[in-house]
DNA sequence: CTCCAGGTTCCGG
DNA sequence: CCGGAACATGGA
């Protein structure tokens, strides 16, 4: 039994781009589209030229999640004029910051430290498949991410057989809390972006780094700029060329003044850009070229 | 086998 | 404030 489909009109818009990107790890390939869950809505997408192809009924949830509204030209117009910039804005054209529910967000990049793109989605696909609600899709058994509550009532033993190191201590911590109230993330979706911040950094497992992360892919902040390894790559091989001691601050204040009010979509792009172009471990071997800032 | 991965936390200068 | 080290696991 096949949903009947739909197709939404899309400008400036690149379904590969933005679910190859690194900023959500459960999307999969099926055939020329994708396979995914939407909060508690399994879908397949698939783009043709300026089309989405989506199941009848799923067309505003999509165009919401895959935030087709964002005026994707204005953004990228923002962005400092520096050749990284410019190389990074070409070779991600039509991506986009995908609306992702706050807690799947979250929790997801609590499970990220120190892991690879591909060990962040195996470990969400675990999660979802042994605690996450069944979600069909013409058949195929998909599964939405586990609610705060039901996280929290498993046991850090339980958590650490899906591979997830010391980093379901983290994640339990952090779904007890939210279960419990003790952090609201509907009340840090009504914060300013320094106060939410500092809220979501009470939770275990949260930084700055992955706070950042959260506010830019669950709580449309756009101007978040998580600074991870790759990131900070680039910022040093770019910005701060043969240039020893650059501290962490010293990079975070840089970033927050120089890449605008859509810093965290030009992080996104920079981020993506690097990862694919430049060889691993990279950015020593990168010609510095010319200082953007 | 060694190295590193979208970090956080704790500890000593 | 800053630099180091520990923390788990699995690809490259």
């Known amino acids: 039994m096949t949903r009947p489909l739909r197709s939404v009109r899309v400008h400036d818009f690149d379904l590969e781009q933005t679910l190859d990107c690194g ?4 999307w999969r390939r099926d055939g020329a589209g994708w396979i995914g869950v939407i909060g508690e809505h399994a879908l397949r997408v698939e783009q043709r030229g300026e089309e989405l192809i989506v199941p009848a009924g799923m067309e505003t949830i999509a ?3 895959f935030a087709l509204d964002h005026p994707l030209a204005e953004i990228c117009a923002s962005f400092p004029d520096d050749p990284a910039m410019a190389a990074a804005r070409d070779f991600c054209r039509g991506m986009r910051i995908v609306r992702q529910p706050a807690w799947e967000c ?7 430290s120190m892991k690879q793109v591909a060990h962040i ?28 509550e039901a996280m929290a009532r498993l046991s850090e ?16 911590g952090a779904a007890r809390m939210i279960a419990e109230g003790q952090v ?3 009340a ?8 939410a911040r500092v809220e979501l950094c009470r939770l275990p497992g949260v930084g700055e780094k992955v706070a950042n992360c959260a506010l830019l892919f669950g ?11 790759w990131i900070e790559r680039v910022l040093r091989a770019i910005y701060f060329p043969r240039k020893r001691k650059v501290t962490a601050r010293r990079l975070r204040d840089f970033s927050a003044g120089y890449f605008g009010e859509y810093g965290g979509y030009a992080q996104q792009y920079l981020f993506h850009y690097a990862r694919k172009t430049w060889p691993r471990g990279g950015g020593k071997k990168l010609s510095p070229k010319k200082n953007g800032g």
């Open 63 to 65: 165009a919401h999640y």
């Open 106 to 112: 979250l929790a997801t990049f609590i499970t990220s």
């Open 157 to 172: 033993t339980e958590l650490r057989t899906c591979a997830l190191g010391y980093r379901a201590k983290n994640l339990l």
């Open 121 to 148: 989605a195996q470990i969400s696909h675990t999660l979802r498949r042994r605690y996450g609600r069944c979600v069909k899709w013409d058949g195929a058994e998909l599964f939405a991410y586990p609610a705060p």
């Open 219 to 229: 709580f449309e902040r756009v101007r978040a700029f998580p600074i991870d390894v």
């Open 188 to 195: 840090v979706a009504a914060m300013g972006d320094a106060a």
């Open 184 to 186: 609201d993330l509907a």
């Open 23 to 26: 900023q959500v790890f459960h």
